[in-house]
């Protein structure tokens, strides 16, 4: 009697334990997780697809990688999906372009 009692605490003890690891597994998951990494904006005034002036009336953002970039209308936005990188090259230009302009 008493060999099952023990074998019945030890038990418990071992369940205890693996649903605390699986506990403590499951925080650092969401610790690192996309959905709660703080977000980069971008901060690009010129739509990398269109090459338009963005308007703050008709702004529309997309994240990306945990960076978000802006773009003149959704339908950019399906285009930069297609090659998310030549567009992300391009914002990169800009930015370095319009940093040239005001260190001058």
């Known amino acids: 009697m008493l060999?099952?009692?023990?074998?019945?605490?030890?038990?418990?003890?071992?369940?205890?334990?693996?649903?605390?690891?699986?506990?403590r597994a499951q925080d650092n998951l969401q610790a690192s997780s996309p959905s709660t990494m703080r977000l980069q904006n971008i901060g690009n005034k010129i739509c990398p697809v269109t090459g338009n002036q963005i308007s703050e009336d008709?702004?529309?953002?997309?994240?990306?990688?945990?960076?978000?970039?802006n773009f003149c209308c959704?339908?950019?936005i399906d285009e930069f999906k297609k090659d998310p990188?030549?567009?992300?090259?391009?914002?990169?230009?800009?930015?370095?372009?319009s940093l040239s302009i005001t260190n001058k």
Request: net charge positive; glycine share 8%.
């Open 3 to 23: 060999k099952n009692i023990l074998s019945l605490i030890i038990c418990g003890v071992f369940f205890m334990i693996s649903g605390i690891s699986h506990a």
């Open 74 to 76: 959704a339908g950019c």
């Open 58 to 69: 008709t702004n529309v953002t997309y994240e990306y990688e945990g960076k978000i970039y």
């Open 85 to 97: 990188i030549k567009y992300i090259k391009m914002i990169e230009k800009e930015k370095n372009s």
